[in-house]
């Protein structure tokens, strides 16, 4: 069965310094989520991608987390500087439907556990 | 801002028994979706129930949504240790993004 990768698993870094996740999602599907998960809560949407697009990035702290997704398949995370406050899960999602075309159901990946130190 | 709202926060049953999860949401929605996540890992779908159904079931889950009152049910009968996990609503209005609740945490002692 198909699964939406994500690398790496866990990560610790020291604040100010620069981190990057990876995601693959599963192939054919066009939609791609980024999500933060803070210990105990559920997961709130950073951005969302129509294949190579965004199409909400309302939530992304623009002066320090950055998303792309080139030639939309996988897509790439980066936060730089790190700040104590971003230690949480990363998690990737993938849906085949279009936004807005009815079911969405979505694809997790197993997540990037962040530590910022 | 979240607009879904689990209850009860957490949830220990004996295996055996049936579990409840509750989720209320705020605004009128296209879909609203159940997932399961097991600790430290991604969620897993588990059903989905559209704005005009108003009960589903899939195996040992059976969800109720009531749009008059904008809440919904999740039961899961005859739970089995395995079934310790986090539980989530999602809720969606067509070209709007999903909003997941804060979960309930599901306990099965076996």
């Known amino acids: 069965e198909a699964e939406v990768a994500q690398s790496p698993r866990y990560k610790i870094t020291e604040k100010s310094q620069a981190v990057a996740f990876w995601c693959d999602p599963i192939s054919g599907h066009a939609t791609l989520y980024w999500y933060r998960q803070i210990l105990g809560q559920g997961p709130e949407l950073l951005v969302q991608?129509?294949?190579?697009?965004?199409?909400?990035d309302s939530q992304l702290p623009k002066d320090r987390f950055s998303a792309e997704r080139l030639k939309g398949v996988d897509s790439t995370l980066k936060i730089q500087p790190a700040e104590l406050g971003d230690s949480a899960m990363y998690l990737c999602?993938?849906?085949?439907?279009?936004?807005?075309?009815?079911?969405?159901?979505?694809?997790f990946g197993p997540g990037t556990r962040l530590l910022v130190l | 801002s979240q607009q879904g709202e689990e209850d009860p926060q957490a949830l220990s049953i004996q295996e055996g028994e049936n579990a409840t999860m509750n989720c209320s949401y705020k605004t009128s929605i296209n879909n609203l979706q159940w997932y399961r996540q097991n600790s430290g890992r991604g969620l897993v779908h588990l059903i989905l129930?559209?704005?005009?159904?108003r009960e589903k079931h899939s195996g040992r889950l059976r969800v109720t949504l009531d749009t008059s009152k904008k809440s919904s049910s999740l039961l899961i009968t005859a739970s089995r240790a395995a079934d310790t996990a986090s539980y989530f609503c999602?809720?969606?209005?067509?070209?709007?993004?999903?909003?997941f609740g804060a979960g309930t945490r599901l306990f099965v002692k076996a």
């Open positions: 999602a809720t969606s209005r067509g070209g709007f993004k999903t909003i």
């Open positions: 999602a993938s849906s085949l439907v279009h936004v807005g075309k009815g079911e969405e159901t979505q694809y």
């Open positions: 991608f129509q294949d190579e697009s965004v199409v909400d």
């Open positions: 129930i559209r704005s005009n159904e």
